[in-house]
């Protein structure tokens, strides 16, 4: 098989299966909303960061060498995993703005209910998790733009988490 028989090959399943985890996303993302009246945020951001993660590996693609090229195009759970690492990162991210681990003019805020006690109830804990929202339409689309940067930079949330654990050990000495 050529160099561009197995690039077709991978862009080709590329897309397949990123469309079917895509649509996997958006069944569970339709099956909450429209069953509970509530837009699932980490729903979004895991499909964002999927779409991220998409996008950048088909750019990468052609500058990968031919070893990388055979086991790609030979393996349909490969071809997934990066789309999958950049959903993933999303998901790290949000719960890195939610938080406050991560804060700043560029990042979202996050209306949320607050709990009731010092220790946290089951019931705010789950208050907690279906009410939490973007404060407002630009921190949604602050949070959907992170989503999906996190998904297609593989080393932004590895470095978010290498910088936040440097942080916690300054602190501790």
């Known amino acids: 098989m050529t160099r561009t028989e197995r690039l077709l090959r991978i862009t ?23 069953r509970g009246d509530r837009f699932m945020v980490s729903w979004a951001c895991f499909g964002c960061g999927l779409l991220g993660g ?4 088909q750019q990468r693609l052609k500058k990968f060498g031919d ?36 804060e700043g003019a560029l990042f979202p805020k996050f209306a949320s209910p607050s709990f009731s006690q010092p220790i946290p109830s089951a019931e ?30 593989e080393r932004l949330v590895p470095q978010i988490i290498e910088g936040t654990q440097a942080g916690a050990a300054e602190k501790k000495n």
Do not use: H
Request: with cysteine; charged share 10%.
């Open 12 to 34: 080709r399943r590329l897309i397949i299966l990123t469309f079917g985890a895509l649509m996997c996303v958006v069944l569970v993302f339709a099956f909450t909303l429209l």
């Open 54 to 57: 998409f996008v950048s590996i």
């Open 67 to 102: 070893e990388e090229l055979e086991l790609l195009s030979q393996s349909w759970f490969q071809i997934l995993l990066i789309p999958i690492y950049g959903g993933i990162f999303a998901g790290v991210l949000y719960i890195g703005f939610l938080s406050n681990i991560v």
């Open 124 to 153: 705010d804990v789950r208050a907690f998790l279906s009410r939490t929202y973007p404060a407002t339409g630009a921190d949604l689309a602050k949070l959907l733009f992170w989503s999906f940067i996190a998904g297609f930079s």
